[in-house]
């Protein structure tokens, strides 16, 4: 029967000195043996590549392939969609900030010929990884890009996803097919530096005879309820460092093994902080020994277990030398967990021996404490020196030495420790078209969390698309964004009004689209309808949302560019919209609405009909954070077009300005015009600066500057900071 012992204990200068006398280890050679310092980027460079430059997987692969040992395939720009890749010897991959490299969702790229990969069954074998280094020297992976295992989204061709499989599996009492994000197999001399790796179905770095084996600066992010994705797996290795890294999974952090192919000693775990998952883990595959380890200065925050060493007696051996030092723990279900029987119903005669285990400055704010060695013959030997944990959290203890020095009163402040997990890494992918995981744009955003990027393949999408969701992100994944079109044919009078009659609603705060074409062609399948016959191709009725390199065509009223709504013309929140290099095609208001948007470097094409007007802006009230600024923006025509109005005001406050922006001919001499004859251009707030082109006339189209908006003001003064600051 296990006995209880309440402990707090703590570091004092005789107790070292006992130490030292009994012969209580010094860990003198508990970690990587080589000299370490910060990595650097890649010296040299053999290609750098862009998404529109790798227009498949085998391109990328091609790339690799034909890269000199000792240079590095720069990838500088874009979403990169791929096959598995298997990495030749000495070539890097560096992906800058911004760049994401996801894993294809097709079973069959992973496949190892027997049709297994995908499914369940009774091995669990039948993946190849996303990305394989095999007998590999020097290099590695850099840079502050993305690598995405895409685990959250739907396997080709079936109905659930990765981490659904492995789930089943569970349940099922069955091994998933699945694969992992990276495998090095006898690999020598790499480095991993700033990269972030996320969403693998299966482990995220799994290590397999591995020798000098640098991890600094890295972050790894999956849901705590994905199952099996472990972070970093150093197994059969030697001469490992990880350092400064950021970690939050569905299992183990960091899980030190030496299975059948081998031991694992000599590897140092420093300066890292770990989040969700199962905590900093040695086992359950010991059989082979694990010892000279070295884990310092080390958070687990919300981990589920904190310290952990796990075996049983069909994969047991040795672990010993293993030394953690100033390490701080907060909710944790358990702080410290050494157990030997981590299958209880585990038949074997491999016995698992943990020894030479000290804890050094070790903090926890709870959790439970538990120390089961395997029997009094093969005894865990445990040496706590500068421990404290709660009184109340009691050690669990059976066949465990544990040597104990003084006690102490009150515990060290770890609270400067606990960061948070660094959010600034691109989001999950779901990607959409022929052979993808949706054929639909509204089932993808559907089955994506907040925050997901829709990536978006060429193609005709005849589909009403709903962005309800903060933060999302959809992309064309076309050269050109005319090859990924959306479109349809719908308006007011059949949809319940004007704003019901768009083909694409961005309504989430921070929603991004770009690199995409969205069309209504209600008016030219239905020229003669002319009542009711507003016909939107893009509503944008969300706050800090961003445009870019879009081509949106309708007739009237083209773009809402729109806030959340006010309360009798007050208490409105604001909707600051950016818009970029694109172009916006229509007739009659098709720019309208109350956001606070900049258009830059944006084209406004005027469609064929004899007198077009851009703009209808709706500031409410003079204090309203409303109005458009055009800034180097460009306006043409279709030939038939006689006559331009910029604009005309839909409510008694419209501020529209135009900065540095190049005039067709045909644009009116007035400039704006009025609407039905109302006198709204008496409170509007109209103004033009530093125009060229053969349109640019001067003289009653001066701005009355002091009358523009506050906002307006500060964004004519420096478009760019105003921006900045304000998304």
């Not at 911004?98 to 027997?114: E, K």
């Amino acid at each position: 029967m296990a006995k209880k012992a309440s402990l707090s204990i703590s570091h004092a200068t005789f107790f070292i000195l006992a130490a030292l006398l009994l012969g209580m280890p010094g860990h003198g050679n508990a970690q990587d043996r080589r000299h370490i310092r910060e990595p650097e980027l890649p010296a040299h460079v053999c290609v750098k590549l862009t998404s529109d430059d790798i227009p498949d997987a085998h391109n990328l692969q091609e790339a690799i392939n034909h890269c000199p040992s000792g240079q590095a395939v720069h990838l500088t720009q874009g979403l990169f969609v791929s096959n598995p890749l298997e990495m030749k010897s000495g070539v890097s991959l560096w992906l800058d900030k911004g760049v994401i490299l996801a894993a294809t969702s097709d079973p069959q790229a992973y496949d190892r010929g027997t049709g297994a990969c995908g499914t369940l069954d009774n091995k669990g074998k039948g993946c190849k990884p996303f990305l394989t280094f095999r007998d590999y020297s020097g290099g590695g992976i850099y840079g502050d890009g993305v690598i995405d295992g895409n685990g959250g989204q739907v396997i080709e061709g079936k109905d659930e996803t990765w981490w659904q499989l492995a789930r089943r599996a569970q349940r099922e009492h069955k091994h998933q097919n699945a694969p992992r994000l990276i495998q090095l197999n006898n690999t020598h001399d790499v480095t991993f530096y700033r990269v972030t790796l996320r969403n693998s179905p299966n482990f995220h770095v799994a290590m397999n005879g591995v020798k000098r084996a640098t991890f600094w600066g890295v972050k790894i992010d999956a849901p705590a309820s994905a199952r099996n994705t472990d972070g970093i797996d150093p197994g059969n290795s030697e001469d490992v460092t990880i350092t400064q890294s950021f970690i939050r999974t569905g299992d183990d952090n960091i899980a030190i093994k030496a299975g059948p192919n081998g031991g694992t000693h000599n590897i140092s775990i420093t300066d890292n902080h770990f989040y969700k998952g199962h905590g900093m883990s040695i086992g359950s595959e010991t059989q082979n020994g694990v010892h000279d380890i070295l884990v310092r200065n080390l958070t687990l925050d919300g981990t589920t277990s904190g310290i952990r060493i796990k075996s049983d007696v069909t994969r047991g051996g040795l672990v010993e030398h293993v030394l953690y030092e100033d390490v701080c723990m907060r909710a944790n279900r358990w702080a410290v967990n050494f157990d030997t029987s981590y299958d209880k119903e585990a038949v074997g005669s491999a016995i698992p021996v943990y020894r030479d285990i000290t804890l050094r400055h070790v903090t926890s704010d709870g959790g439970q404490l538990v120390a089961h060695g395997f029997d009094k013959e093969h005894a865990l030997d445990i040496t706590l020196d500068g421990v404290h944990f709660p009184e109340k959290n009691q050690w669990d203890i059976s066949n465990t030495q544990l040597h104990t020095g003084p006690l102490q009163e009150g515990a060290p402040d770890c609270s400067a420790q606990f960061v948070p997990f660094p959010e600034n890494s691109p989001k999950t992918i779901y990607t959409v078209g022929s052979g993808k995981s949706f054929t639909s744009i509204q089932n993808a955003l559907s089955a994506a969390p907040d925050g997901a990027t829709i990536a978006i393949y060429p193609g005709t999408y005849r589909e009403v698309v709903h962005v309800t969701r903060p933060d999302m992100h959809l992309i064309g994944m076309g050269r050109t964004r005319e090859e990924t079109v959306i479109e349809g044919d719908r308006a007011a009078f059949e949809s319940g009004g004007t704003g019901k009659s768009a083909i694409v609603f961005a309504e989430g705060d921070g929603d991004t689209l770009e690199h995409l074409t969205i069309t209504n062609r209600f008016h030219w399948k239905h020229p003669d309808i002319t009542k009711d016959a507003q016909a939107l191709a893009l509503s944008a009725t969300g706050d800090r949302q961003h445009f870019s390199d879009l081509h949106l065509t309708g007739y009237q009223d083209t773009l809402l560019a729109a806030g959340h709504g006010c309360r009798e013309d007050r208490d409105c929140r604001p909707a600051r919209q950016l818009y970029q290099d694109s172009r916006i095609d229509g007739a009659v208001d098709f720019i309208f609405g109350d956001a606070l948007a900049w258009f830059e470097r944006v084209e406004l094409h005027a469609l064929g009909r004899p007198f077009v007007i851009l703009t209808a802006q709706g500031r409410r009230s003079a204090d309203q954070p409303s109005g458009y600024l055009f800034h180097q923006c460009s306006i043409t025509a279709d030939n038939d077009v006689k006559e331009i109005s910029l604009g005309r005001p839909w409510r008694d406050y419209a501020t529209v300005v135009y900065k540095e922006c190049r005039m067709d001919p045909r644009v009116l001499p007035s400039g704006f015009t009025e609407w039905n004859h109302l006198n709204r251009l008496t409170t509007a707030r109209y103004g033009i600066v530093d125009a060229s082109g053969t349109g640019a006339a001067k003289g009653p189209r001066e701005p009355h500057m002091l009358a523009v908006s506050k906002e307006l003001r500060q964004m004519i003064s420096n478009p760019s900071v105003f921006w900045k600051n304000s998304l």
